[in-house]
DNA sequence: ACGTCCGTGTCAGGACCATGTCAGCTTCCT
DNA sequence: AGGAAGCTGACATGGTCCTGACACGGACGT
């Protein structure tokens, strides 16, 4: 899953961004709401962590603003448990919200929660050449034929999905499968590739190698 | 990608070029803000890194002057933890800082995050005469007909591209292909360039040779 | 608590290919 | 004609990439 966390205290954003990305979450890092909007602007989310006191905005505002056209589940972090935070968050548009300090166990499991209401409802695939790709449920599609995907080639496959016929670096791949403090070879991404072509083999969508640069999937031909 | 390194203490401004030219980047240097307007003035960046403290002013004064006519994302590298240093950083427009001493793979983390969140919206293919020219596909296309290019004629083709029409000296191409201490001859453009030429050839788009002088792209005849 | 299974990341060995050099050739200028 | 500059086919090389095998550890059921 993918998250992004809009949290100015550094301290506290480090520190939820590495219980997360143990999960096997790929967490973005926004300090401000001009920040969170760049974010949003370039990829697409399955959950955003958004505190109330930023140094640009308040939290609700921002939310309030986006609300219209922007359908991810978001998770509030209020300061403090003043009622005046917590009546707001709901209104404003916020799926659930969360009091500072807070467990992170109990964190994990809110974000638990809300994906799995939302997801439930919406389930949205995408085209990937002539296959279908879904994301929720792991799986692709061609002529009929489905294979499920593992965790690390699900999210492998999502990022080459976002950017179509582009040139991703094994380190850009890398930074989006592994948390940033992750002792992980390149060669891992080598492995995942591999194991990713294995499985789609046939599926109208393949993964071409471009020596010294990345790899870069296709989705024409057969 | 094209750097400018704004930074006075020239045993760290030293470390820092080398790192990053490892990474096939090309960095410019700058002592000075005075510097600095110097080399903004004749060439375009992918990336800033800027120092706090200069000997002719303050990186943040000359960032909040220059932002509203510079769109180049900036990372600021402040001396100390100072709050003061790092809360006022973000206000004037940086994308990010970082506080020395830092690790160089963290220099390298935040330039890619930077650069990822800036040019990862728009996917910019360029104009080469008839031709299009995506670089992160790598791709050059023209009448229907694709042509994929390998790592070094890539990087040529994007030098070419960013000077259309000028006289590129070996010397010049050289300093943008390979590493600052890479042993190579001149010959190796040389050979790059007729690769360079023999795959593109029909597509609009064509490199002459200057006797004496260089090469020149030309994207206007057949 | 224990055993099993599955997903994960590393490693080593090998195949493959981009790369840079060279030598001989062509082209251009004087 | 002669020399200098540039072009190119061929080649050795080193790096990049692939893959089977394996160790580890968490999840899960018993």
Redesign the pocket.
């Known amino acids: 899953m993918r998250y992004l966390l809009v949290e100015d205290n550094r301290e506290l954003a480090d520190a939820i961004l590495g219980r997360l990305a143990l999960d ?1 979450h790929a967490v973005d890092h926004a300090a401000s709401l001009s920040e969170a909007e760049e974010w949003l602007a370039t990829a697409g989310y399955d959950l955003i962590l958004l505190d109330v006191m930023l140094p640009d905005g308040d939290g609700r505002d921002f939310l309030a603003r986006s609300r219209a056209h922007l359908e991810t589940p978001v998770i509030m972090l209020t300061a403090r448990s003043q009622v005046s935070d917590r009546v707001g968050a709901l209104d404003m548009g916020a799926d659930d919200y969360i009091t500072k300090p807070f467990d992170f166990s109990e964190l994990e499991a809110r974000c638990r929660a809300v994906l799995r209401r939302r997801g439930g409802a919406a389930r949205n695939q995408v085209a990937l050449g002539q296959a279908l790709f879904d994301p929720l449920a792991g799986t692709l599609s061609h002529a009929g034929r489905t294979v499920e995907l ?4 699900l999210r492998l496959l999502e990022v080459f999905a976002r950017h179509p016929g582009q040139i991703l670096s ?1 380190t850009q791949l890398m930074d989006r ?2 948390a940033q403090d ?7 991404i ?5 194991r990713l ?2 499985r789609i083999d046939g599926m109208g969508v393949r993964i071409e ?7 870069r999937m296709e989705t024409g031909g057969p």
Chains 1, 2 share one sequence.
């Open positions: 096997g593992r965790n690390r080639e094994k499968l592994f992750a002792d992980v070879t390149e060669n891992a080598e492995v995942y590739v591999g072509r294995r190698t471009v020596r010294g640069l990345g790899y």
